[in-house]
C-alpha cells in the first residue's frame, strides 16, 4: 500500500536583517541600531509540493522591505515600526499570519567634561531591547521586552531544602551571591501611546523587583 505524504503547518522568512538609521536632531544625533527577522505564515503549500513560485515573497523583498519602511517610520520605538511591517506583509492575501522580531542594541553618547557628545556614541552591552509584533486577521499581538540583562545579588539570596541524591555535593547556604542572565517578555492588551516611556516604567518595575526580593532560589 503507497504511503501518503500530508504538508503540514509551515513557515519561511528572512533572519538577521541588519538595519542602523541616524537620526539628526538638532539637539543631538540618535542611533537606532536593530535586527529585524521576518516569518510568514500562509498559502504557500503549492511551492513546496507543485514547485509553483507564485505565491513566495522572495526574502529579499522582505529585506528591501525593512529598509524602506525604517527609513520612513522608524521614529522612535521598535515596537511601532515591528506594527507597520508585519501590517504590510499580512497584506498579501496569501500572508495569513506575519511576524516580525526585533532586537535593539544600545548606543550611548560618550561623556565629556561639557556633557554628553552629540555625535559620538559607545556601544552599551548592559541589555538588548526586543520586541515581537505577530499579525493576523483576526488579531495582532505586541510583546515587549529585554534580553542579556545581567542581575547579581549580594545578600537575601539563599538556596536550601532542595532534592538532594548521592550525587549532590552542593552545600545549603543562606546567605550567597546569586547572579543571573534574564530574557523576560510582556504582552500588551492595548496599542501604547508611548512605547518607550511603558519599556522604561515595566523594566523599572522588574529591577526594583529584584532588588527588594528576599530570595529563596533562582526560580523564586
Given amino acids: 500500500m503507497a504511503g501518503v505524504s500530508e504538508l503540514g503547518r509551515n513557515e519561511y522568512g528572512k533572519q538577521a536583517i541588519r538595519l542602523v538609521k541616524i537620526v539628526r536632531d538638532p539637539d543631538g544625533h540618535r542611533i537606532h541600531d536593530v535586527t529585524v527577522d521576518v516569518s510568514l505564515e500562509g498559502d504557500f503549500a503549492a511551492s513546496y509540493t507543485a514547485g509553483d513560485n507564485a505565491s513566495v515573497i522572495p526574502t529579499d523583498t522582505m529585506k528591501n522591505t525593512v529598509y524602506a519602511l525604517a527609513a520612513e517610520e522608524l521614529r522612535s520605538a521598535i515596537e511601532g515600526l515591528g506594527a507597520i511591517l508585519a501590517t504590510h506583509f499580512l497584506g498579501f492575501p496569501q500572508v495569513h499570519r ?13 561623556a565629556r567634561p561639557g556633557g554628553p557628545a552629540v555625535d559620538a556614541f559607545r556601544r552599551s552591552g548592559d541589555m538588548t531591547r526586543t520586541a515581537r509584533v505577530s499579525a493576523a486577521a483576526d488579531a495582532t499581538t505586541i510583546e515587549s521586552g529585554v534580553e542579556d540583562l545581567v542581575l547579581m545579588k549580594t545578600a537575601r539570596s539563599a538556596f536550601d531544602g532542595f532534592a538532594r541524591d548521592r550525587f549532590t555535593t552542593l552545600p545549603e547556604s543562606r546567605d550567597r551571591i546569586m547572579a543571573t542572565q534574564l530574557t523576560a517578555s510582556w504582552r500588551h492588551s492595548v496599542f501604547v501611546a508611548d512605547w518607550n516611556a511603558s519599556h522604561a516604567a515595566i523594566l523599572a518595575t522588574l529591577l526594583e523587583a529584584f532588588a527588594e526580593h528576599e530570595s529563596e532560589s533562582v526560580q523564586h
Fill in 98 to 110: 506575519a511576524t516580525v522580531d526585533l532586537r535593539e542594541h544600545r548606543w550611548t553618547p560618550i
